[in-house]
């Protein structure tokens, strides 16, 4: 049965859920607080990546957090403060990072990553789409012997669940990237990656979605949701009241705040990455990710963009030009020959990516309000998951078969 929906939320996991809706028949209206133009869903490093089975939650990483607190140019940061949603995500986010919880979700990360790269090919086939995208694997590249070795652990395990995966030499890592000067000692090379260039997918979906009979409305915050007994019936924003059928929350870094007006608790911590486009030439082919540096790299059409860092604070936009600078420096530091313009450096742009304690999405429906569907906490998979996330909103709205087990995706797990 068709039905109405709102999706709130006009980045990468909203659009996509629009494109799912549309095709089973619903009249979709696509909101968000933006001009659809700027977030994490144009900034980050544009990545498909079935390689990245090991969750953010990993053991260690609270240690590295503490270690790296105190270097102005680390790549990854959480910024203390006394609040309590912060608070408690940070206890969640320790609990989690157990070897049990990693080895319980190396499956889960793996098989949704899978659909969603199955999901982008079938869009790019389609006749209504013509956007940049290329299979050619990722490169996880390191200079020192420890990194590798830690690396190739992930490599092996990922060949256990039947990815694609070689340790590669020096002289083959070269072979592979003859024009670039690359500086390492090695990599590991996971064939089951792709990429794309995130600002033109994300263009030509709003153009089909319009095309298509989506209502997209920008500059559109929700200040109240309208609930009566167990259904929300409506939102009021800044300028409009809207009523629909259904409801999407994909809301990213924000979800926290706004589905506190539906009394739930969903723990999502802000995480700000930062991306360096470079438009001259670089000789640079394949995706590659410095390990040591925590830095992604990827050629896309017209331009080489760097990008990196975690920074979990509070919600901002602001540019902190020394990790900034951290990410060119460490991207000339791998590549002899690279030099990253002053200018590059100053047009650098910021996302936030929505974590979730456990590295896991939520995706799913509320049990307090029956119309209500959750689609955020990707973290730094937010572009591979969109497809497959926006599939199986459409899947739970249309009360159709899902394409995946969504239980580990609860979105009340921490209720």
Not at 190 to 207: G, I, L, V
Request: proline letters at 4%; charged letters at 25%.
């Amino acid at each position: 049965m068709a039905k109405s929906v709102i999706v709130i939320g006009g980045g990468i996991i909203g659009l996509c859920s629009a494109y799912y809706l549309q095709k089973e028949g619903h009249k979709v209206t696509v909101i968000d607080k933006s001009d659809f133009t700027s977030g994490a869903s144009y900034v980050n490093a544009g990545y498909i990546t079935p390689s990245h089975i090991i969750s953010l939650a990993a053991p260690g990483m609270i240690n590295k957090g503490i270690k790296w607190m105190f270097s102005a140019e680390s790549p990854f940061y959480v910024k203390p403060r006394f609040n309590a949603d912060f608070l408690k995500w940070t206890w969640l986010f320790k609990k989690a990072s157990t070897h049990k919880k990693v080895e319980s979700s190396i499956n889960v990360i793996k098989d949704i990553n899978l659909l969603s790269r199955e999901l982008y090919e079938d869009i790019k086939s389609s006749n209504d789409f013509d956007f940049f995208y290329q299979h050619k694997g990722l490169l996880m590249c390191y200079q020192t012997e420890k990194a590798g070795e830690e690396e190739w652990k992930v490599g092996q395990r990922a060949i256990k669940e039947g990815l694609k995966v070689e340790n590669l030499t020096k002289e083959q890592v070269q072979k592979l990237e003859p024009n670039t000067g690359i500086n390492v000692n090695g990599a590991v090379y996971y064939h089951s990656d792709a990429h794309m260039t995130p600002n033109e997918f994300m263009s030509q979906m709003k153009t089909y979605l319009k095309k298509k009979g989506v209502s997209i409305l920008s500059n559109e915050e929700v200040l109240d949701i309208e609930v009566s007994g167990n259904k929300v019936i409506g939102i009021k924003t800044n300028n409009l009241q809207i009523k629909s059928d259904e409801f999407v929350i994909a809301t990213g870094s924000w979800t926290q705040e706004l589905v506190k007006k539906l009394r739930t608790k969903i723990p999502v911590q802000a995480g700000k990455g930062y991306r360096i486009n470079v438009t001259k030439e670089t000789g640079i082919k394949i995706p590659s990710i410095l390990i040591e540096a925590k830095v992604a790299v990827t050629p896309m059409n017209g331009f080489t963009r760097f990008a990196g860092t975690m920074e979990v604070d509070k919600i901002n936009h602001k540019i902190n030009p020394v990790r900034v600078n951290a990410i060119a420096k460490a991207a000339e530091k791998y590549y002899n020959g690279l030099k990253i313009e002053q200018s590059d450096i100053n047009n650098a742009a910021c996302g936030l990516r929505p974590c979730s304690p456990d590295g896991l999405p939520y995706i799913g429906r509320l049990s307090k309000v029956k119309n209500v569907t959750i689609a955020t906490g990707h973290a730094m998979m937010g572009w591979s998951l969109g497809p497959a996330t926006g599939k199986l909103v459409s899947e739970i709205i249309s009360d159709k078969e899902y394409s995946l087990n969504i239980q580990p995706f609860h979105v009340e797990r921490y209720s």
